[in-house]
């Protein structure tokens, strides 16, 4: 049975509130009506898009507990984050991100993702990635939510390193995983300036 309008524009608003990253072809679907439906619904409630809800969500929830990076470096939005322990960020894939001939995700914004989460869930003024062993597993087209799960593994090595492993999924398939050794800045910096990158 079809809802009224202004029934389902409330429970559209509800269903929101409670999930800020629901999609509209979710929305769509869970009330029967077209995307252009939803779009026009969110309008009317002034209901940002996914993305910026995304945002509005890191902002208020995490700028203050990440130390490593100011959170507008991250890329992708951090969903969850516990210092030293795990970490989720979400990155929407645009045509920004693909390659125009077949509209498949550039690997470098996966692993830009992936990199800069790994950097996020140090509880430290400084992080550097020291080394970093990457697979992509499947491709990832646009329109594709990425969704990145980093867990510190191991927070220090026989090199005074962290390990951070990331694996990252696209509607619960596995599409990308990485292993990152981190410096922290109790580390001397001297001994791995070669090796650094950001």
Request: hydrophobic share 40%.
């Amino acid at each position: 049975m079809r809802l009224r309008k202004k029934e389902r524009q409330q429970l559209l608003k509800e269903t929101i509130e409670e999930n800020p990253f629901v999609t509209d072809e979710e929305l769509a679907e869970k009330f029967s009506v077209s995307i252009q439906t939803i779009r026009l619904d969110r309008l009317e409630l002034s209901i940002p898009e996914l993305r910026e809800r995304i945002k509005d969500v890191a902002k208020k929830n995490f700028s203050e507990q990440v130390r490593s990076l100011p959170i507008d470096e991250v890329i992708g939005e951090i969903i969850d984050i516990d210092l030293d322990e795990r970490a989720i960020s979400i990155l929407e894939i645009t045509k920004n991100h693909v390659f125009k001939r077949n509209s498949i995700a550039r690997g470098h914004h996966l692993f830009a993702q992936a990199n800069s989460l790994a950097v996020a869930v140090i509880d430290d003024e400084l992080a550097l990635t020291a080394k970093a062993n990457i697979r992509f597993i499947h491709p990832v087209k646009e329109g594709d939510r990425v969704i990145a799960k980093a867990k510190v593994v191991n927070r220090k090595d026989e090199k005074g390193r962290t390990l951070v492993e990331v694996n990252s999924y696209v509607n619960q398939k596995l599409v990308f995983t990485g292993e990152f050794y981190m410096y922290r800045s109790n580390k001397p910096l001297k001994e791995s300036q070669n090796e650094n990158s950001h």
